[in-house]
């Protein structure tokens, strides 16, 4: 089975279209996360909840909302989307936030492939 | 977090050592060290992590210099499946939102 899964692999849309990403981590985790990598292959983080509650938002527009039903799934709609969102998302869970961190390991998805037309 | 400095990219050759470096000189005394990879069209992928003392898990080992200002990833029988780009990490220990901030990594070819 696999611990975190995202859907879809692959999402092609035209400009100004409203999508949605999904993702679900079976590994019982406190913890999810948003994490964009752009055309020069950067990773950088967008969200993280836990237990449903966001901790952070790193300067994300607003057109991109998370959203998280429970906290084995946080999913990320995005609204009005523009050609500069092209990139690959990744959703990853970890144990939780709080207390010592050095073992808070990080499990990633293998990613949504997003291109706005 | 402190800023992590690593070659752009390195080959080695299949069934021998690849040693990964990489700098972190403004590391703070409650920053660990961690390594990450990302192989081709995966998300990334924890390796190994330590605070001071050299590391060993079954995938790497993690040796990290006695004033902590750089560190050394070693696959010790690289196979072509650890061709990735791998990352090096440093985070306090009780980083805000357990974030993760990637740099550029090191891109690892690993020839036969």
């Known amino acids: 089975d696999t611990a975190v899964s995202q859907t879809p692999k692959y999402l092609v849309t035209q400009m100004g279209n409203d999508k949605s990403i999904k993702c679900e981590q079976n590994?019982?985790?406190?913890?999810m996360y948003w994490y964009k990598q752009d055309s020069k292959k950067f990773l950088k983080i967008m969200f993280s909840?836990?237990?449903?509650?966001?901790?952070i938002n790193e300067t994300v527009p607003n057109r991109f909302s998370p959203k998280s039903p429970d906290k084995a799934h946080l999913n990320l709609h995005i609204n009005s989307l523009e050609l500069g969102d092209s990139a690959v998302y990744f959703c990853?869970?970890?144990?939780?936030?709080?207390?010592?961190?050095?073992?808070?390991?990080?499990?990633f998805g293998a990613g949504t492939r997003l291109s706005v037309l | 977090d402190a800023k992590t400095t690593q070659p752009t990219s390195m080959d080695c050759a299949e069934g021998r050592a690849a040693n990964l470096p990489c700098n972190h000189s403004?590391?703070?005394?409650?920053?660990?060290v961690y390594w990450y990879r990302q192989i081709h069209s995966q998300g990334p992928q924890y390796i190994i992590h330590g605070l001071k003392n050299n590391e060993t898990n079954e995938m790497a080992s993690l040796i990290i210099t006695e004033d902590r200002k750089s560190s050394t990833l070693i696959l010790p029988h690289a196979t072509l499946r650890d061709t990735a780009v791998y990352y090096c990490?440093?985070?306090?220990?009780?980083?805000?939102?357990?974030?993760?901030?990637f740099g550029g990594g090191t891109r690892v070819l690993v020839k036969p």
């Open positions: 909840y836990n237990n449903k509650e966001l901790i």
């Open positions: 990853a869970s970890s144990p939780r936030t709080s207390g010592t961190l050095a073992k808070n390991i990080q499990y």
């Open positions: 403004t590391i703070s005394g409650n920053e660990y």
């Open positions: 990490i440093v985070r306090p220990i009780k980083a805000a939102g357990n974030k993760l901030t």
């Open positions: 590994l019982g985790h406190d913890t």
